[in-house]
Nanobody, 124 residues
């Protein structure tokens, strides 16, 4: 069974950091574009960052550029999202998703497999 599992969420103070992980089971992430998305209460799900299957190409939403970094370790079948300088507006459930290889995109429709999400709360 194809499955994506996110971890690393939690409560952090403004200005703090978290690293999210997205681990795959039942399939190999190497051939997939991986995206990170988030959904805040009462808002639509939005794209945060994505990375090509090789890791050579990345894309970020304007709201997180310079603060978040996406990376992947294909040997560990895992993708990461390093989040620094966190703000209260980053509070959301964060999801990872896998889509067919190609140009990384922040469009939700490009992704076929989704994890269950991990909650990130930024608050003092």
């Amino acid at each position: 069974q194809l499955q994506l599992v996110e971890s690393g969420g939690g409560l952090v103070q403004p200005g703090g950091s978290l690293r999210l992980s997205c681990a795959a089971s039942g399939f190999t992430l190497n051939y997939y574009v991986i995206g990170w998305f988030r959904q805040a209460p009462g808002k639509e799900r939005e794209g945060v960052s994505c990375i090509s299957s090789s890791g050579s190409s990345t894309n970020y939403a304007d709201s997180v550029k310079g603060r978040f970094t996406i990376s992947r370790d294909n040997a560990k079948n895992t993708v990461y999202l390093q989040m620094n300088s966190l703000k209260p507006e980053d509070t959301a459930i964060y999801y990872c998703a896998a889509g067919s290889a190609g140009v990384p995109s922040l469009r939700l429709s490009r992704y076929d497999y989704w994890g269950q999400g991990t909650r990130v709360t930024v608050s003092s």
